[in-house]
């Protein structure tokens, strides 16, 4: 498995403030993901974002209003941009590592976000 | 357009008995399936997968069936156990090796075991 942790673990903002969250990864990955979810719904892909290149957004979702930075292998941000109450959600982002683990995806615990 | 869902928000199984989650998708590309376990605030724990090639997958108390010509998979939990009251997602991957792939996900069953 992976071990990734968050920063923040939650967080409570102002309307039109933008928030950073990041993640750390034990050990390098080639891939990372950032997933939303909102109160009482499934897990959305937001991004995903390899290292060395452009992030690639899922339909739906925009890089000024998600700015995502992956510096190197173990380690990306995800900054949610202007915020608005509809962007309350908890911020997830995930790995998938080589191996017998290649198909598998492991979560970081996430970033719950409350926008005022 | 959900293109993987399940259908139960819910579930309520007895301790010891078993308890079967469903889930359906329609897209045929998708390769290999993945079923998650989450508690509340913490992310999603990976539990249990099972290739497109397979029709079945065993893990101690948890087993994958899929049923390809359905677009359909379950899992069973054998016996159930009030710790693994949670909500359980499951999840398809899109794409192959050599590109970019992705996974998308149900929209979750809460599993209560009930002692």
């Known amino acids: 498995s992976a071990v990734i942790s968050q920063k923040p673990s939650r967080d409570i903002c102002q309307r039109g403030t933008s928030l950073t969250i990041q993640c750390q990864v034990d050990?390098?990955?080639?891939?990372m993901f950032w997933y939303r979810q909102q109160p009482g719904q499934s897990l959305t892909l937001i991004a995903t974002?390899?290292?060395?290149?452009?992030?690639?957004?899922e339909s739906g979702f925009v890089i000024d209003k998600f700015p995502i930075s992956r510096p190197n292998l173990t380690f990306s941000t995800l900054t949610v941009s202007n915020m608005s109450p509809e962007d309350s959600s908890i911020y997830l982002c995930?790995?998938?590592?080589?191996?017998?683990?290649?198909?598998?995806?492991?979560f970081g615990p996430g970033t719950r976000l409350t926008v005022l | 357009d959900q293109q993987v869902k399940q259908n139960s928000p819910s579930l309520s199984v007895q301790e010891g008995r078993i308890s079967i989650l469903n889930c359906d998708y329609t897209?045929?590309?998708?390769?290999?399936f993945l079923w998650y376990k989450k508690y509340p605030a913490e992310g999603p724990t990976f539990l249990i997968s099972?290739?497109?090639?397979?029709d079945k997958n065993e893990d101690g108390r948890f087993t994958v069936f899929l049923n390809k010509s359905a677009k359909h998979l379950s899992l069973h939990i054998v016996p159930s156990q009030p710790g693994d009251s949670a909500v359980y997602f499951c999840?398809?991957?899109?794409?192959?090796?050599?590109?970019?792939?992705?996974?998308?996900f149900g929209t979750g069953t809460r599993l209560k075991v009930l002692a």
């Open positions: 995930s790995v998938t590592r080589g191996g017998r683990s290649y198909n598998e995806q492991f």
């Open positions: 050990s390098q990955v080639t891939m």
């Open positions: 974002a390899n290292q060395g290149s452009e992030a690639t957004y």
């Open positions: 897209n045929s590309m998708f390769d290999y």
């Open positions: 099972i290739s497109s090639i397979k």
């Open positions: 999840a398809a991957k899109a794409g192959g090796y050599s590109g970019t792939y992705k996974y998308i």
